[in-house]
């Protein structure tokens, strides 16, 4: 079992920035590709950020490329997603999630565990 919870979400104006956390809990976690997805209001969840178990792979959506940079520390079993240059259009609720394997992955169902999520809201 892996326990995921997240921190760091809040309010920010556009084009600022926001770090979110997610300490893992349980055994396995550094063998574990994690990863973080998102889910705006009426939308379905969508991958936003995955790295590999031992952080040396990492990949992103296209709406986030060159703005947001995930990374990991597996002595602290925490993983961060740096968010800069936060557009209107990133305001969802983020889950941190944990695969089932070590390297990345976009897939959704691939992931076994999930956070309760953090509300990040951008405003114009």
């Known amino acids: 079992q892996v326990q995921l919870v997240e921190s760091g979400g809040g309010l920010v104006q556009a084009g600022g920035s926001l770090r979110l956390s997610c300490t893992a809990s349980?055994?396995?976690?550094?063998?574990?590709?994690m990863g973080w997805f998102r889910q705006a209001p009426g939308k379905e969840r969508e991958f936003g950020a995955g790295?590999?178990?031992?952080?040396?792979?990492?990949d992103y959506a296209d709406s986030v490329k060159g703005r947001f940079t995930i990374s990991r520390d597996n002595a602290k079993n925490v993983v961060y997603l740096q968010m800069n240059s936060l557009k209107p259009e990133d305001t969802a609720v983020y889950y941190c999630?944990?695969?089932?394997?070590?390297?990345?992955?976009?897939?959704?169902?691939?992931?076994?565990?999930w956070g309760q999520g953090t509300q990040v809201t951008v405003s114009s």
């Open positions: 349980g055994r396995q976690f550094s063998g574990r590709a």
């Open positions: 999630s944990a695969s089932r394997y070590g390297m990345v992955t976009k897939n959704g169902d691939e992931y076994d565990y």
């Open positions: 790295i590999s178990w031992n952080g040396s792979s990492t």
